[in-house]
């Protein structure tokens, strides 16, 4: 089963968020199923310098519209996993984040940009790819940014490969003024509701949502939630219509990076069996960021972006009744600059007790999931949510709003499901001030039952939660669209 993945981001290299990580872990793990994968990335600069010795491949000439020509190279991870670098430096040799600009706004050509990744993986999954000796029988995309990829495949090549079109989060779908459509070699033929038009405008999600042959998205929830008004972000008509052919399919977690007992970032790396060793991590924890040394109360932590969708405007808000709990509070994010105000003035009213720390740094984060009793997250909605689980692999229970991801994942605490081996963790339903405060006091009145909690944390760390379950399901589904390469 060969199958190319088509993706603007990939980790560690390029990320912004959970596509990156994606993309960066599923492939390997079909590889380690059996695929012959291959991936298909922009060649930014963090990739050309990652990869000094990439091959160039073939030259790839102009497309159509304002499609430019464009080279594409051959690379190999460390860990044997074969890379196609779309090379444009004209699009893509840009700093920082793939998408914005310095000034923090969307690059005004990102229509062009991903255009030209959609385009090229539709021509490297055609009768005339243009590299000799391999051809995908699965194209698999993800978000908006390859969201063209199937349109241009069913309509402007031939004898095509299966497509899967993965959505990671819904909100963001590649919307463009109809204006674009000659610039992207689309015709007057393609701007219809069967096409790429979306509400007057072009989407490019919206197209690969009519006509990939299969859609998937990050969660089993998530999957229902799309298709309501609530949640479906004006496509919930054609998801619904789609439904037979959507499928939810929760991510995973790389466990080389994110095991408690292998974490390079600790103080006391520690695994199930030794977890009274985790109490190491708390204290070094408290001292990196401030907070006073206490071991008579528990440590929430929060590792997010500081967004409205994240629900951290909740915890900003319930930031001073947690400190009466007594509680602690430590921080790590960025985002929406009112709400990195509202938490740098949380921590000023409360030092020592109250942490905070604006902008990314992984080690820390990595030191928060060890060294926090209980993780925030308090999502208004969330896809699938990759946090919750590195939290339950590291023993740190989550508290959680019951949406998407995190519903498939956690389970509320209850006596039974805590003697069941099930709940490993606390559910709310209403994303209000009254559910978090209550839940949250609710939790930290059960970290003093030592034994109890002890169990939950068991019950957390005994999960699995990684690639393989996800990559046999995904496996299973390319079977399913071209059975005869297996």
Known sequence: MKVLFATSEITPWVKTGGLGDVAGALPLALQQAGCDMRVLAPRYPALRDAFPQAHHLVHL???????????????????????????????FDRPGNPYLGADGHDWPDNHLRFAL????????????????????????????????????????????????????????????????????????????????????????????????????????????????????????????DRASQLTGILNGIDYATWNPAHDPHLAAPYDREHLYVKAANKAELQRQVGLTERIDCPLFGVVSRLTYQKGLDLVAA??????????????????????????????????????????????????????????????????????????????????????????????????????????????FNDATLDAVVGTARWAALLWHDKASWHQLQQNAMAGDYSWNGPASRYLDLYRSLRPAAT
């Open 318 to 427: 319930a930031g001073d009744l947690l400190a009466e709990f007594p509680a602690q509070l430590v921080v790590l994010g960025n985002g929406e600059k009112g709400l990195e105000t509202a938490f740098r003035e949380l921590a000023e009213r409360h030092p020592g007790n109250v942490a905070v720390t604006i902008g990314f740094n992984e080690a820390l984060a990595h030191r928060i999931e060890a060294g926090a009793d209980i993780f925030l997250m308090p999502s208004r909605f969330e896809p699938c949510g990759l946090n919750q689980m590195y939290s339950l692999a590291y023993g740190t229970p989550p508290l959680v709003r019951a949406t998407g991801g995190l519903a498939d994942t956690v389970v509320n605490y209850s006596a039974a499901g805590l003697a069941d081996g099930s709940a490993n963790g606390f559910v």
């Open 117 to 240: 990744l959609a385009r090229v993986a539709a021509r490297l999954s055609g009768a005339g790819t243009p590299v000799p000796g391999w051809r995908p029988d699965v194209l698999h995309c993800h978000d908006w940014q390859t969201g063209l990829a199937p349109y241009y495949l069913r309509f402007y090549e031939s004898d095509g490969a299966a497509t899967v079109l993965t959505i990671h989060n819904l909100a963001f779908q590649g919307v463009f003024s109809s204006d674009v459509m000659g610039e992207l070699a689309l015709t007057s033929s393609d701007w219809h509701m069967d096409g790429v038009e979306y509400y007057g405008y072009m989407s490019f999600l919206k197209a690969g949502l009519r006509h990939a042959d299969a859609l998937t998205t990050v969660s089993p929830t998530y999957a229902h939630e799309i298709q309501s008004p609530a949640e479906g972000m004006g496509l919930q008509g054609l998801l619904t």
């Open 61 to 91: 000439p102009w497309m159509g519209g304002h499609l430019p020509g464009a080279d594409l190279y051959e690379a190999e991870s460390a860990d044997g996993l074969k890379f196609f670098l779309l090379d444009c430096p004209a699009l």
